[in-house]
């Protein structure tokens, strides 16, 4: 731990010495997430599609003392996506959580989406999750109290019209039984599976794929009319993580400014 930091945050080592996969460390939700976890004594072995990126921002936490390495990967590659995941867990020493936070997308309205989008999403989505979840889960289970924390979207609980979300909705729909099977199937090997549900968050990703007339109608259903932020997600991310959520798997956590609460 980085005294400094720990001086710093008074709630630091929530998750001391545990050793973490987390995708999509270029910015964003995964980039901070990295950053908090790291400040709360994981260590971390992160990933992007973004040549470079990835190891870039590990870099960035390496300098300040933090055990932090990053790795150029195309998740959509299941071979690739394994030989990340094995490599890392050897430098780690096992594997204590999976923090798949990194998606691409895409969006298009139903009556114009072709086949070619819809299969680019399933990969980039869906695909991905069991790419690392499958190579991971016999060190989830070795661990003895892994975790798995898997990304879906407000989009997955209900339907959002002027998005053209009908590929991301279903692949994000697949992360959430996903997550509840695994926590079935785990929950005899100490594994525990959860799912976060993000409203409109404002990332370079999302803002790149979203016009502003769609983010201001998103921003509009919101109960807290902001858009989220990366430390938002990444705080309900790090007590899933942690020894604090030992009792929860199965559950998905909707992050989402209220949007699935109700109307203002």
Same mark, same amino acid.
């Given at each position: 731990?980085?005294?400094?930091?720990?001086?710093?945050?008074?709630?630091?080592?929530?998750?001391?010495?545990?050793?973490?996969?987390?995708?999509?460390?270029?910015?964003?939700?995964?980039?901070?997430?990295?950053?908090? $976890?790291?400040?709360?004594?994981?260590? +971390?072995?992160?990933?992007?599609?973004?040549?470079?990126?990835?190891?870039?921002?590990?870099?960035?936490?390496?300098?300040?003392?933090?055990?932090?390495?990053?790795?150029?990967?195309?998740?959509?590659?299941?071979?690739?996506?394994? *030989?990340?995941?094995?490599?890392?867990?050897?430098?780690?020493?096992? !594997?204590?959580?999976?923090?798949?936070?990194?998606?691409?997308?895409? $969006?298009?309205? $139903?009556?114009?989406?072709?086949?070619?989008?819809?299969? #680019?999403?399933?990969?980039?989505?869906?695909? +991905?999750?069991?790419?690392?979840?499958?190579? *991971?889960?016999?060190?989830?289970?070795?661990?003895?109290?892994?975790?798995? !924390?898997?990304?879906?979207?407000?989009?997955?609980?209900? %339907? !959002?019209?002027?998005?053209?979300?009908?590929?991301?909705?279903?692949?994000?729909?697949?992360?959430?039984?996903?997550?509840?099977?695994? *926590?079935?199937? %785990?929950?005899?090997?100490?594994?525990?599976?959860?799912? +976060?549900?993000?409203?409109?968050?404002?990332?370079?990703?999302?803002?790149?794929?979203?016009?502003?007339?769609?983010?201001?109608?998103?921003?509009?259903? #919101?109960?807290?009319?902001?858009?989220?932020?990366? !430390?938002?997600?990444?705080?309900?991310?790090?007590?899933?993580?942690?020894?604090?959520?030992?009792?929860?798997?199965?559950?998905?956590?909707? +992050?989402?400014?209220?949007?699935?609460?109700? $109307?203002?």
């Amino acid at each position: 731990m980085h005294d400094d930091a720990k001086s710093e945050n008074p709630g630091a080592g929530r998750l001391q010495g545990k050793r973490v996969l987390l995708t999509g460390t270029a910015g964003g939700q995964g980039a901070a997430a990295q950053r908090l $976890f790291a400040e709360h004594g994981a260590h +971390i072995a992160g990933c992007d599609v973004q040549p470079g990126a990835a190891a870039a921002t590990a870099a960035e936490l390496s300098a300040e003392g933090y055990r932090v390495v990053g790795s150029d990967v195309d998740l959509g590659d299941p071979d690739a996506a394994r *030989a990340w995941v094995e490599s890392s867990a050897a430098e780690l020493g096992g !594997i204590d959580v999976l923090y798949n936070n990194a998606a691409g997308f895409g $969006f298009a309205p $139903f009556g114009e989406m072709k086949l070619e989008l819809w299969r #680019h999403v399933m990969r980039v989505e869906l695909d +991905i999750v069991f790419h690392t979840t499958s190579p *991971a889960w016999r060190f989830l289970c070795e661990s003895g109290s892994g975790s798995v !924390i898997n990304t879906s979207s407000y989009s997955a609980l209900r %339907g !959002i019209g002027p998005l053209g979300a009908a590929a991301h909705a279903a692949a994000k729909g697949g992360v959430l039984a996903m997550t509840k099977q695994l *926590a079935a199937e %785990g929950a005899e090997h100490g594994v525990r599976a959860n799912s +976060i549900s993000p409203g409109f968050v404002s990332s370079p990703a999302t803002d790149a794929a979203v016009p502003p007339e769609g983010k201001a109608w998103q921003l509009s259903k #919101h109960l807290i009319q902001r858009a989220g932020t990366g !430390i938002d997600i990444a705080y309900a991310a790090l007590y899933l993580a942690s020894d604090e959520s030992s009792w929860v798997t199965g559950q998905n956590f909707s +992050i989402d400014g209220g949007v699935t609460a109700g $109307f203002r």
